[in-house]
């Protein structure tokens, strides 16, 4: 069950980041034949107590908000959830004081105007 569902948000999710990326086709490359086939893995972990704070703090941001609305910000909100679920410290860096403020804005002071980019 929790499979199926995870499967269904996957698919949601590339659904609406296609659009934003650019690809190339299998048949554009020439290398491509040369190389294997392609594998998928999908793993299942816990989060640890500080992600899920701050996976559920940054859900609950303007970024996300204004993401879920329709802005042209979708991916980056997206690259923001995965950073934190790879690493935390990728979001804020080793500082006590940047996790505190990234708890309270659902960014770390100089990242929450949608000038700036991380990645």
Same mark, same amino acid.
């Given at each position: 069950m929790?499979?199926?569902?995870?499967?269904?948000?996957?698919?949601?999710?590339r659904d609406l980041i296609n659009? =934003? +990326?650019l690809r190339r086709q299998k048949k554009d490359?020439?290398?491509v034949s040369r190389m294997p086939g392609k594998t998928e893995q999908v793993l299942f972990c816990r989060?640890?107590?500080r992600q899920r704070t701050m996976y559920?703090? =940054? +859900?609950?941001s303007d970024d996300v908000r204004n993401a879920m609305r329709g802005s042209n910000q979708t991916f980056k909100a997206i690259t923001v959830l995965?950073?934190?679920c790879n690493?935390?410290?990728l979001v804020t860096?080793?500082?006590?004081?940047s996790y505190e403020a990234f708890l309270q804005n659902g960014y770390v002071n100089g990242q929450g105007d949608s000038s700036s980019s991380s990645d």
């Open positions: 929790q499979v199926q569902l995870a499967y269904r948000c996957a698919l949601v999710l659009p =934003y +990326l490359v020439k290398e989060l640890s107590g559920e703090s =940054y +859900l609950r995965r950073k934190i690493h935390p410290d860096g080793s500082n006590r004081a």
